[in-house]
């Protein structure tokens, strides 16, 4: 069964910093392209991060630029979202997701496969 799961979220101050995992089983993540999104009670989802697969190259949309650092480490079949310097406005659920490639457009959620079941992230003092 193929199937991705986050980790990670939690309650933080603002300012604080936290380290999102998205781990996958049943697949090797190594030519997909990951994505994390996030979901606030009551509004859309966004996209947050990407990163390509053979290439590495990675996307940031505007909000998090400077702050949040997308990473991977195929030995670990896994992908990491550094988030440095939290703000409320952060606060959401967020989601991993994988797909062929990097949607030019951040929050096309269309263009990936599969999902996991989302993490809690919660700043707030």
């Known amino acids: 069964q193929l199937q991705l799961v986050e980790s990670g979220g939690g309650l933080v101050q603002p300012g604080g910093s936290l380290r999102l995992s998205c781990s996958a089983s049943?697949?090797?993540?190594?030519?997909?392209?990951i994505a994390w999104f996030r979901q606030a009670p009551g509004k859309e989802r966004k996209g947050v991060s990407c990163?390509?697969?053979?290439?590495?190259?990675?996307y940031y949309a505007d909000s998090v630029k400077g702050r949040f650092t997308i990473s991977r480490d195929n030995a670990e079949n896994t992908v990491y979202l550094q988030m440095n310097s939290l703000k409320p406005e952060d606060t959401a659920v967020y989601y991993c997701?994988?797909?062929?490639?990097?949607?030019?457009?951040?929050?096309?959620?269309?263009?990936?496969?599969?999902w996991g079941q989302g993490t809690q992230v919660t700043v707030s003092s």
């Open positions: 997701a994988a797909g062929p490639l990097c949607s030019p457009y951040m929050d096309y959620v269309q263009e990936y496969d599969y």
């Open positions: 049943g697949f090797t993540l190594d030519y997909y392209a």
């Open positions: 990163i390509s697969g053979p290439d590495v190259s990675t």
